[in-house]
């Protein structure tokens, strides 16, 4: 056994142990809502846990139909979004220097406000529908103190970014007279802007939070509940037996591990911390850069929300915003998430081709057939959910219910992922903690969009990104993913995508766009400003665990990335990549001229293919790769071209006589 073999059995067996404290060091860092108050005092630690499991359950109640809980909307929303107020003021402190060991007294009187403000909403309900929501006195105070609970809760949990985005929306609905030129509005009172955001279902209570309440709390309660027994540790185990014997292994295994976990988990910090915190380490040990670690295990957790079935419950809130079912948008993304995957794996390959990287050795790795046997039953209770969805006609808050049902039942068929009640209670407890950080945004979001319904905002927008684009759709294009990158920084993905969607998506829609592919667009950049600098989260937590630069690790993330930049703009071009109106002919085609411009993108990014690439081979393959966003027969025809001469010039040009080093970047 080489030296180099040793130490890298040596790092697999440090990795599997070094998760824990930097894990949790990393999340601190960079995901404030894990910085949560660990008390003390029993009676307070068992009340947290209690409120927590109770949360869970009355949400799990209310999506099982239960006809006690059916109530309308705007209750269902006030008592979601009371709960999770309550549950945010007692879990996070208000300031680094607060004690994270007891309930400050500030906190317990927001605590006691925030279980008033359902109260308010059942008592005066019948007032809110005989007035039209028009609001008395009381009910403007009551609006106010909601508006402030939200904003300071929305402060706490995800950074100052959002509420002070809120703000200046709020002022924007008030002082709409004195802004310039088409943003000019009617202007509206007070009392008129907190009646809309608070006593009926446009602001605070509207969309935003409806999709919090039904879609997302459930899937990060199932993503909890997979967690629990043991679907992270097969996805881990599953990649390892797959790719971890090839080429640069370790981070093929960081990218389909990341991928299957992000796309149920919907965290893409989290995801960095859980798969990073084994991959990461091997990484380097196998010969990549810390900055190259880092960013392959952010790219791959980013690129989890983007991919079916679950796409973190962003596919549940894009048919719910679209009003179509689960199935098209599931149709729709496919095809794009596997090509931004494609992007990342052939980078990672012709990395480790070019640099010589070795994988794992085989007799370090468990055995797909091993895998399968102790934990592919886990897998029931996806295809499971698929089933629900697609086939048996239910809604999706009832299939995600009876899928955490068989998720429990299943997880008992084999002692390894078997749950104990209080395992279950945990879980249920974990995915109320995590539900509270993105139901508080979403709350905060509804704001904004509250106020965009209110002055006609997002539609203001759209005409001033199509005028700034001069008719032009690929101006458009770049100015609205310039707006949703913006948008999308330092958010959870959920929020992003509403505010995204809410904002830039008219503009494309103006311009004749079918609302998916407007939506999709959007929604990928809101993604990658997890990735990008200069507020780049998921890239900086997966720099706190490889140890290397985060603005290195940023910027190469977006380079490993670049695919994915590409991708919206070619399905924009080619509706044919959603699978919108395809045959078989233009399908095979579609798909052919996308891998053929990811494989030509990627090899200008690493100057390699068969061997090294000299600076006007990789002008021709970026060149090649722009052709190919176009759906034409010619552009396709002159990229596809590029490709042939970037190859034959390698093998008898270039690489002749001994010029630089050929090796095939295609094989493991």
């Known amino acids: 056994m080489s030296d180099k073999t040793k130490e890298i059995n040596q790092t697999a067996e440090e990795a599997a142990n070094i998760g824990a404290e930097k894990s949790a060091e990393v999340m601190e860092k960079f995901e404030k809502e894990s910085r949560t108050r660990v008390f003390e005092q029993p009676w307070l630690r068992i009340s947290v846990y209690v409120l927590c499991l109770l949360f869970t359950l009355y949400h799990l109640a209310y999506a099982s139909g239960i006809r006690l809980l059916q109530m309308v909307n705007i209750k269902h929303h006030a008592i979601h979004v009371g709960m999770i107020l309550m549950l945010g003021f ?121 999709v919090a309440a039904t879609y997302i709390v459930l899937f990060i309660i199932f993503g909890e509940v997979m967690n629990k027994c043991g679907m992270g540790q097969f996805f881990n185990d599953i990649a390892n037996a797959l790719a971890g014997h090839t080429k640069g292994g370790p981070a093929k295994v960081a990218v389909l591990a990341s991928g299957f976990l992000g796309s149920i988990n919907g965290s893409a910090v989290a995801n960095v911390v859980t798969t990073g915190a084994f991959t990461i380490p091997l990484m380097k040990k196998t010969g990549y850069s810390k900055e190259f670690a880092g960013a392959v295990e952010a790219t791959a957790s980013v690129g989890g929300q983007l991919l079916p079935p679950i796409m973190g419950a962003a596919a549940f809130v894009m048919a719910e915003t679209l009003g179509v079912k689960y199935p098209v948008i599931i149709k729709a993304a496919v095809i794009p998430a596997l090509i931004y995957y494609l992007g990342i794996i052939i980078q990672v390959q012709m990395r480790a081709t070019k640099d010589h990287l070795l994988g794992i050795p085989k007799d370090r790795l468990p055995r797909v057939k091993e895998v399968f046997k102790e934990r592919g039953h886990l897998l029931i209770p996806i295809v499971f959910l698929l089933y629900m969805l697609i086939f048996s006609g239910n809604t999706v808050i009832m299939s995600a219910f ?98 995204t969607a809410t904002i830039a998506a008219p503009a494309l829609v103006e311009l004749g766009q079918p609302d998916i592919a407007a939506h999709m667009f959007c929604f990928y950049f809101a993604m990658f400003a997890n990735l990008t600098p200069p507020v780049a989260l998921a890239s900086f937590a997966a720099a706190g665990l490889s140890g290397g630069s985060p603005m290195k690790t940023g910027w190469q993330s977006v380079k490993l990335a670049l695919a994915g930049f590409i991708v919206p703009f070619m399905f924009v071009y080619n509706k044919q990549l ?41 002008v021709i393959a970026g060149a090649g790769a722009f052709l190919l966003i176009d759906s034409g027969w010619v552009t396709d025809l002159i990229g596809l071209g590029c490709l042939a001469l970037i190859i034959l010039a390698q093998k008898f040009v270039f690489n002749k006589g001994g010029g630089e080093s050929p090796g095939p970047a295609a094989a493991a």
């Open 402 to 499: 009876w899928t955490i049902v068989v998720t429990i039942v299943v997880a008992q068929l084999r002692p390894i992922s078997r749950m104990s009640l209080k395992d279950i209670g945990d879980a249920f407890v974990a995915g109320a903690k995590s539900t509270v950080s993105v139901a508080m945004a979403c709350a905060c979001v509804g704001i904004i969009v509250g106020v965009c319904g209110l002055t006609g905002f997002a539609l203001n927008v759209a005409r001033s990104i199509i005028s700034i684009g001069q008719q032009s759709l690929f101006l458009t294009l770049l100015f609205t993913m310039v707006t949703c990158m913006i948008l999308g920084m330092g958010l959870p993905s959920i929020p992003s995508y509403l505010i």
């Open 90 to 210: 007692a879990l996070y402190p208000a300031f680094k220097k607060s004690s994270r060991k007891k309930i400050a007294w500030y906190d317990w009187i927001m605590i006691v406000i925030s279980i008033a403000m359902p109260i308010y909403v059942f008592v005066r309900y019948p007032v809110f529908i005989s007035t039209g929501f028009e609001g008395e006195t009381i009910d403007i105070i009551y609006g106010t103190v909601l508006i402030i609970l939200v904003l300071i809760a929305s402060w706490r949990l995800s950074g100052w970014a959002l509420p002070i985005l809120s703000v200046i929306f709020l002022l924007y609905a008030i002082f709409g007279r004195q802004f310039p030129g088409i943003f000019m509005h009617r202007g509206y009172t007070w009392q008129r802007v907190v009646t809309y955001l608070t006593t009926d279902i446009y602001g605070i209570y509207g969309t935003s939070i409806k």
């Open 578 to 618: 959603l699978l919108e109106g395809v045959t078989l002919l233009s399908g095979i085609q579609v798909v052919v001229t996308a891998c053929a411009g990811v494989l030509l993108i990627s090899a200008a990014v690493e100057g390699y293919l068969f061997g090294k690439m000299n600076i006007i081979l990789r």
